[in-house]
């Protein structure tokens, strides 16, 4: 076996140690209304110590398994649905104007609005995924959306900006975070739009976004520390679309 180096010795010592599991059991159960999160029979809560309660049972059922999972440290890594469900308890639900404003903004800077011009099966590869989206954020939500060549900057009609902010007007802070979860991980708000509304599964969503991400993979080869940074992203997207289709 080889030595450790000195960053490798390094970066091990001041990793943070992660918690002991301290619990025998995670389960989900009815609680105020919604269905709660127990560990041992006691309520879990959040960093900001509000308890974890969420309107779907499926939901609080995935969050059980979770951590049930964790074996001998807890580690929030592994962790997806929890992290998110933290941010809509401690954060969003106090901040859904400033969220729905964020999830805005993304649409004004589309992904699926800025196309390459070459090579010509980038080109194929982008229209064949993202031009039904295009369609269907005009008829669905009523957002025209302009489309740019290159990476030049295309502003967005009001009107389109508009109707994506009408279209998150509904969502509740746990579905509101996972919009915005989405929107983050695939630079676009009509692709986590289309995964809110059933236009497209967790699996389209994330093809639609990893257009360009697997076309340079395809001529470079793929790097394996972003192969596992690709799949951190994927566990916090279809946590994510969980908490929006609310079963597995």
């Not at 890594?77 to 401690?90: C, W």
């Not at 976004?209 to 080869?221: K, M, P, R, V």
Request: a negative charge; hydrophobic letters at 45%; one cysteine or more.
């Amino acid at each position: 076996m080889s030595e450790e180096t000195p960053e490798h010795v390094a970066q091990r010592l001041t990793r943070p140690e992660l918690p002991k599991r301290f619990y025998k059991t995670a389960a989900a159960a009815p609680r105020d209304g919604g269905f709660g999160l127990f560990l041992d029979g006691r309520i879990v809560k959040t960093p900001a110590r509000r308890p974890i309660v969420v309107g779907s049972a499926a939901v609080a059922d995935a969050l059980a398994r979770e951590w049930d999972k964790q074996l001998e440290r807890i580690d929030p890594a592994t962790m997806p649905l929890t992290r998110i469900v933290n941010v809509a308890i401690d954060r969003v639900a106090e901040a859904m104007h400033e969220v729905r404003g964020e999830i805005v903004s993304y649409a004004g800077s589309d992904l699926i609005c800025y196309r390459a011009e070459a090579p010509q099966e980038l080109v194929q590869r982008q229209s064949e995924a993202w031009d039904p989206l295009v369609t269907w954020a005009r008829e669905a939500l009523g957002a025209p959306l302009m489309l740019a060549s290159g990476v030049v900057y295309v502003a967005q009609p009001e009107i389109a900006t508009e109707a994506v902010a009408r279209a998150l007007g509904d969502y509740p802070p746990l579905e509101l975070t996972a919009i915005s979860t989405i929107t983050a991980l695939t630079g676009s708000a009509i692709i986590a739009l289309a995964l809110a509304r059933g236009r497209l599964s967790a699996q389209e969503a994330w093809d639609a976004a990893l257009i360009d991400e697997e076309w340079q993979a395809d001529q470079w080869g793929h790097d394996p520390l972003a192969e596992k940074a690709r799949a951190f992203r994927r566990g916090e997207l279809d946590a994510a679309g969980l908490i929006l289709s609310g079963a597995l």
